[in-house]
């Protein structure tokens, strides 16, 4: 599995992830800065991710809706607040109305990624952490990632067979 | 999901959800803080409450509404759910990055067929056998 170690700060409301990958830093990077590589892995299956905007450059913003299996869309956005190409990106990820513009009273996370070269490969340290208590409750409470849970058990089984 | 999402897609229904957050509020006292009926605000809680969102109590003449107060158990289930997210992210990730051949090795970029063939010893004349 890709996926080294989790660490769960309950005090600080923050996850951390490192995984490593069999494959060069510049080619990891491209996950995250080319767009059609990012739809392809940042929705679950049952619910797709089309990134429209994607300006990966400091205030720039990265806009995209995922479509659920009813046509049903949801959109969200990242507003970047740091890049170092190829090494690492910071950026605050929320949620949009319909029209695409930032839901205020929807909570955000804030998520660190960093790229080194590792052992022939690529290890990304990924942080995620939710900006204050109030929205990591509000988060929690509404379940949002129930959807992604059901798609991680679908990807087990399908790697399991 | 679908019953949470359409919890929330209202506006009036996640500004109850961060109030309750914050401390448990009766019904009435919600009703104070929206330009529409005790009967309208009581309607958006039962909406709340289907999706699991609250939980709803009888105090004397009050009704309560409240999240789940465990704050602990609250952050433990957050960080779960951030954590299944990004896993699945990884693993997607990873798969993607196995799918497209290197471009740096040398014979990497032959055309794939779609069954993998890494075990047959006459990989080329099971191929010519087989499909011609």
């Known amino acids: 599995m890709s996926v080294t170690s989790v660490d769960k700060d309950l005090d600080n409301l923050t996850l951390t992830l490192i995984a490593d990958f069999a494959a060069p830093l510049e080619r990891v990077w491209r996950l995250w800065a080319d767009p059609r590589q990012l739809e392809r892995w940042w929705g679950p299956p049952s619910y797709p991710a089309t990134v429209e905007e994607h300006d990966l450059t400091p205030g720039g913003e990265v806009t995209y809706y995922m479509t659920g299996p009813e046509g049903d869309r949801y959109r969200g956005w990242w507003r970047i607040t740091s890049v170092t190409e190829p090494a690492s990106l910071e950026f605050t990820d929320g949620f949009a109305d319909d029209d695409g513009k930032p839901k205020d009273d929807m909570p955000t996370t804030s998520v660190r990624v960093r790229l080194t070269e590792h052992e022939g490969g690529t290890r990304m340290e990924l942080r995620s952490l939710f900006d204050t208590r109030e929205q990591m409750e509000q988060l929690a409470a509404m379940g949002m990632e129930e959807g992604l849970k059901e798609s991680v058990g679908q990807i087990d089984a399908l790697l399991a067979a | ?132």
């Not at chain 2, 330009?35 to 009050?62: I, N, Y």
């Open chain 2, 1 to 132: 999901m679908d019953r949470l999402f359409h919890a929330l897609a209202d506006t009036t229904r996640r500004d109850i959800l961060r109030r309750c957050v914050r401390g448990e509020l009766s019904v009435s006292r919600l009703a104070e803080a929206y330009p529409m009926s005790f009967a309208a605000v009581q309607k958006h809680v039962a909406v709340l409450e289907r999706a699991g969102l609250v939980t709803k109590q009888r105090s004397g003449r009050e009704q309560l509404v409240r999240t789940d107060p465990d704050a602990v158990g609250r952050a433990r289930q957050a960080l779960d759910e951030l954590e299944s997210a990004w896993r699945g992210r990884v693993d997607r990730m990873a798969r993607l990055l196995a799918d497209e051949p290197r471009s740096d090795e040398p014979g990497s970029d032959e055309p794939r067929t779609s069954t993998p063939r890494a075990f047959d010893p006459d990989e080329k004349n099971t191929t010519e056998g087989s499909e011609r």
